[in-house]
């Protein structure tokens, strides 16, 4: 039987297989030169031709550097390795998340090592990925980040980062406000109330929602100073333009503190602030405890 197109032995079924695979197959050495690819790894990488493709070398094409040599070390140990994700940059910039699987080989006529490869493009999964996960840390009422963004925050922050600030707003009576005007009415306050946090930072600085009613500003690399600054403008603009009245209370964080009690001493200040405007002057008389 004539094995033509009828097995992978056969080598006119491997060459057909190779050009018509939607998967990017390439030949690499182990100076990184392209030696030969199939049309689907040049379509990957928006170039026309061989020719054009073996302008760059694997190293170029490869964002992380740190991760190319990870990669490299994982194949000199155990003579393959699958799946290993990369970021690669195209000719024209734009830049591509893979998977990729090699396999390494002696050439039989140098004795040099050879790489052949697969690339699987992952970078439109990635990027639904990201987008479901920042969905996840979002509050669908307000467009505020979360309490889950705060629990990764306080992952990402350790206690040897650098300076943050803190601050702790909670919406004055917001729950006889609601018990008054109704949920709807409610609601709208919130959403006019978180627009209104995020107009007195910066687009980098995340305003989180906590609670029903409560609020955290994360100040990230800002000192006590500026942390104070910050608290002070907002209280500023509360008596003008905020929606409606709201207590603060700001923290600087403390050498090898984390987040979680950076942000429970700005909530206690918050608390102090509240007591002291809402108790009588002196000259009215001082409540009996």
């Known amino acids: ?10 080598p ?11 998967e990017a197959i390439y030949i690499t050495n182990g100076r990184g030169e392209i030696l030969d690819a199939n049309p689907a790894f040049m379509t990957m990488l ?6 054009d ?10 964002v992380d550097a740190s991760r190319r040599m990870q990669q490299l070390e994982q194949i000199d140990r155990h003579g393959f390795v699958r799946d290993f994700e990369l970021q690669l940059v195209r000719p024209d910039g734009a830049i591509l998340t893979v998977l990729d699987t090699v396999f390494s080989v002696t050439d039989p006529e ?38 889950r963004y705060l629990a990764e925050m306080d992952e990402e922050l350790s206690p040897s980062d650098g300076s943050w600030g803190c601050l702790f707003i909670d919406i004055d009576h917001f ?11 409610g609601d709208n306050t919130l959403i006019r ?20 009613d409560e609020f955290v500003i994360l100040l990230r690399g800002a000192s006590e100073a500026q942390t104070m600054m910050v608290a002070q403008r907002m209280q500023a603009a509360a008596l003008r333009t905020a929606p409606v009245p709201f207590s603060l209370g700001w923290a600087s964080r403390q050498p090898s503190e984390n987040l979680m009690n950076t942000m429970h001493r700005a909530d206690q200040n918050l608390l102090a602030v509240r007591v002291i405007v809402r108790t009588p002057s002196r000259t009215q008389g001082v409540p009996e405890p």
Do not use: W
């Not at 928006?46 to 020719?51: D, E, F, H, P, Y």
């Not at 493709?53 to 490869?62: K, P």
């Not at 729950?175 to 009415?185: E, I």
């Not at 109330?193 to 029903?212: C, H, K, N, Y």
């Open 175 to 185: 729950k006889h406000y609601n018990d008054t005007h109704g949920h709807a009415m």
């Open 1 to 10: 039987m004539n094995p033509r197109f009828r097995s992978l032995a056969d």
């Open 46 to 51: 928006g170039v026309r031709s061989l020719a």
């Open 12 to 22: 006119a079924t491997l060459v057909s297989l190779v050009q018509n695979l939607r």
């Open 193 to 212: 109330m978180s627009r209104f946090l995020m107009r007195q930072v910066r687009a980098e600085e995340p305003v989180i929602r906590v609670g029903g």
């Open 110 to 147: 140098s004795g040099e090592p050879l790489y052949h490869g697969v690339l699987v493009d992952i970078t439109a999964r990635k990027r639904m990925e990201e987008e479901l996960r920042q969905q996840s840390m979002r509050d669908p009422l307000t467009g505020c980040f979360n309490r």
């Open 53 to 62: 493709l073996q302008n760059y070398g694997a190293n170029e094409l490869v």
